[in-house]
């Protein structure tokens, strides 16, 4: 079966540090993979989406950048976080339009 | 601006209470998608709703498509406190698969 993994849970980080947020999925090959960014209690934004290794489609400017080196990893990076990054992130993945989310990881810029 | 309009944004009921969950769009969709999401935690796809005037249900949960799939709504029977949580709509506008999510409406049956 399929599974997606999102790491870590929880993150707090000084303003000006940067960010590694890492998913990889297990039980597919080639998945569209996503990124999306919540508000607290609200719908979520696409930030980033990939149909391959090393393609990523950017939908909002910002602070953020995200890399696929391989095929069921998908990471989402910051060189200097600002305290508008503070969000619950999530990395999800699709075929054939149905989707699947990770777990989430809430990160607090202080 | 947001794509999908849900309504209401804060749904408080009693347990056994019926509610009604709204997803309106100027704009038309392939596909269209209901979850939940618990706090802390991602979204939980419920179902997919394809086909305009498409009717389904999930025991006590019935979602219906518009007629020109720019619509959409979540019915719950006899509601539950275990149905409290975010429901969000989402729909499906390009060839590439990308959910556009509504800004979500949250549910709370109290017991």
């Known amino acids: 079966s399929q599974t997606i993994h999102q790491w870590p849970a929880t993150l707090v980080q000084p303003v000006g540090s940067p960010l590694s947020l890492e998913c990889t999925v297990e039980?597919?090959?080639?998945?569209?993979l996503y990124w999306y960014r919540q508000a607290a209690g609200r719908g979520l934004q696409l930030l980033f989406y990939?149909?391959?290794?090393?393609?990523i489609s950017s939908e909002v400017p910002q602070n953020l950048s995200a890399s696929r080196p391989q095929d069921r990893q998908f990471i989402l990076s910051s060189k200097k976080l600002l305290l508008s990054d503070s969000g619950f992130y999530l990395c999800?993945?699709?075929?054939?339009?149905?989707?699947?989310f990770g777990s989430g990881t809430r990160l607090t810029v202080v | 601006t947001q794509l999908l309009e849900q309504s209401p944004q804060f749904l408080s009921i009693q347990e056994g209470e019926n509610l009604t969950v709204y997803c309106n769009s100027s704009s038309v969709f392939s596909s269209l998608q209901w979850y939940r999401q618990e706090p802390g935690e991602g979204p939980v796809l419920l179902v997919t709703v394809v086909t305009g005037g498409e009717v389904k249900k999930l025991k006590r949960l019935t979602f219906q498509f518009g007629d020109a799939r720019k619509d959409s709504s979540l019915h719950i029977t006899a509601a539950q406190p275990g149905d409290t949580g975010l429901y969000l709509c989402?729909?499906?506008?390009?060839?590439?698969?990308?959910?556009?999510f509504g800004a979500g409406t949250q549910v709370v049956v109290t017991p």
């Open positions: 989402a729909g499906i506008t390009d060839s590439w698969g990308k959910l556009q």
């Open positions: 999800a993945w699709s075929q054939n339009y149905g989707y699947t």
């Open positions: 990939s149909v391959g290794i090393g393609q």
């Open positions: 039980g597919t090959s080639n998945p569209n």
